[in-house]
């Protein structure tokens, strides 16, 4: 079982907060990079944050200031920290992870809305 397992989306009113986890199959170091994409019905999957094995991250340019991803090595699971939600975040959100091929989650919903 290698596919990363999500969970923390639900219901939320604009202005408000969610964090987001996703456990890896095994140590997080095993993967060049893992990360959050989202996507809504009639468009394409799109990325929201990553995280390579080094540490550093990167964001949409839509999420910058508001959405933070960050890992704990010892449980092997990544976050994203969801500030200042709006109702265009609303999406399911799918944890990915590289190593040879990518990985997915099954997703998890996140609705904003008031």
């Known amino acids: 079982q290698v596919q990363p397992v999500e969970s923390g989306g639900g219901l939320v009113q604009p202005g408000g907060s969610l964090r987001l986890s996703c456990a890896a199959s095994g140590s997080i170091f095993s993967y060049n990079r893992m990360g959050w994409y989202r996507q809504v019905p009639g468009k394409q999957r799109e990325l929201v944050a990553g995280?390579?094995?080094?540490?550093?991250?990167y964001y949409a340019d839509s999420v910058k200031g508001r959405f933070t991803i960050s890992r704990d090595i010892a449980k092997n699971t990544v976050y994203l920290q969801m500030n200042s939600l709006k109702p265009e975040d609303t999406a399911v959100y799918y944890c990915n992870a590289y190593r040879i091929r990518d990985y997915w989650g099954n997703g998890t919903l996140v609705t904003v809305s008031s």
């Open positions: 995280i390579s094995v080094d540490g550093s991250s």
